[in-house]
């Protein structure tokens, strides 16, 4: 099958590759390592890239030049997508796709636009939404979430992360019947308990990726080390250059640590390749996955799958990925005293966290790994409407 993903914002070869973008490098892998024909047309921010490379995982990544070729906020990114789309109808009335991919809205956005011509069907994953009252919501323009229920309603299916998320694009008028949840995928090759590991200094490591805006997030964590005075906290994300006020972000959070008296114990590494999220999560005994922070489940699995147990908010797909006191620890939204105990019940418990460690590999080597992710997508892609070779390369699946 001839596949296009559009990843407009994550760029699976940019400096530097986020959370997004490694999902969809990751995806696209799978799915060529299953015979298919991907190609992931993503903004050109870098002058220096060829207009197509084929990367050594497979699958190609085609540079739309829309913009300048240089990295854009969001809302300056949003001015130049009738150029990507006109791009994309230009090809794709060519060469049409057999399915076009949508990640992130902008995508989902000019996929809509751009496959119209080619009459090619669309499936969507958002990621992330900005619908109001969602706790995981983030931020972006104001058009953001207008945009999202458009996409949602228009697009053959949709690929939620979550039921929380599903449940969210119910509610705004998307047919239930065309929603799958698929959750986020990991390299069990690469992520895995065995490894190196980071350097620490103390008895126990915390590990918090990408914190969210209100530094009060991660007061629990705070006080949780507070109470044990042999843990250390790594937070992973900041500073950001990506996200505007994230020096501003990083002062807070330090001076919500000089509070709590664990300003010592505290360190901001800022971001880290993807390459090197291995060793760092295999030398943490948790990692916290705090509210409003990172904004799907990926940090989640990539823990489990080194068999780091996982402290999270009982929302968004973090609910679905995470099993209460089997693989980790769920805890209510905006519960900073539960955060404190679940965390350092954890810390103190040994047997706990290796049995936590044991059961979150076991999960995820069965749930998450990209082939599995991959076969569930190439459902969606069928249930979407594509038929171009997709039931010769999905396996039959044991529960039916």
């Known amino acids: 099958m001839k596949i296009a993903m559009v990843s407009v914002h994550s760029n699976p070869l940019g400096k530097g590759v986020d959370p997004l973008g490694a999902h969809v490098a ?18 050109r921010a870098d002058p220096e890239l060829p207009d197509r490379v084929r990367t050594d995982r497979g699958f190609d990544v ?20 009738g150029d990507f789309t006109s791009s994309l109808t230009r090809e794709w009335g060519v060469t049409p796709p057999d399915v076009v991919h949508g990640h992130g809205w902008m995508s ?65 008028g998307v047919n239930r019947k065309k929603i799958s949840i698929v959750g986020s995928g990991v390299d069990i090759d690469a992520f895995t308990p065995e490894g190196p590991r980071a350097r620490r200094d103390r008895m126990y490591r915390v590990v918090v990726a990408s914190p969210p805006p209100a530094a009060r997030g991660i007061d629990g964590v705070l006080i949780a ?3 044990v005075d042999c843990a250390e906290l790594l937070i992973t994300g900041l500073p950001d250059g990506t996200r505007p ?4 972000e990083v002062a807070e959070l330090r001076a919500r640590a000089e509070k709590f008296g664990v300003a010592s114990r505290t360190t901001f590494v800022g971001k880290v390749p ?10 943490a005994d948790a990692v916290v996955c705090a509210p409003a922070g990172e904004p799907s489940g990926g940090i989640a699995v990539e823990a489990m799958a080194c068999g780091v147990p996982v402290v999270a908010t009982a929302t968004g797909e973090f609910a679905d990925i995470v099993v209460d006191g089997i693989t980790g620890l769920l805890v209510p939204p905006d519960d900073t005293e539960s955060q404190a105990r679940a965390l350092r019940r954890l810390l103190m418990d040994d047997t706990l966290r290796q049995e936590c460690a044991i059961a979150g590999r076991d999960r995820v080597s069965a749930r998450y790994s990209w082939d599995h992710v991959a ?8 249930r979407a409407g594509a038929t171009s070779q997709v039931t010769t390369a999905v396996s039959p699946d044991p529960a039916r």
Not at 26 to 43: P, Q, T, W
Not at 62 to 81: K, T
Not at 122 to 146: N, Y
Request: glycine residues 12%; charged residues 20%; proline residues 4%.
């Open 26 to 43: 990751g995806l696209a892998a799978a799915l060529a390592g299953l015979g298919h024909e991907v190609a992931v047309y993503s903004r």
């Open 62 to 81: 085609v540079q739309v030049a829309a913009g300048p070729a240089e990295s854009l906020a969001d809302a300056e990114v949003l001015a130049h997508l």
């Open 108 to 172: 989902g956005l000019v996929s809509v636009l751009g496959a119209r011509r080619a009459g090619a069907p669309v499936v969507q994953t958002f990621h992330s939404l900005a619908t109001p009252g969602r706790r995981c919501a983030t931020g972006g323009p104001a058009e953001r979430g207008k945009i999202e229920v458009l996409v949602g309603r228009e697009v053959a299916h949709v690929v939620a992360a979550g039921s929380d998320e599903a449940f969210a694009l119910a509610g705004k």
């Open 225 to 227: 080390l507070s109470r």
């Open 245 to 248: 006020d994230g020096e501003r």
């Open 274 to 283: 993807h390459e090197s999220m291995p060793a760092l999560l295999r030398s």
């Open 375 to 382: 076969q569930e997508v190439l459902r969606a892609y069928e």
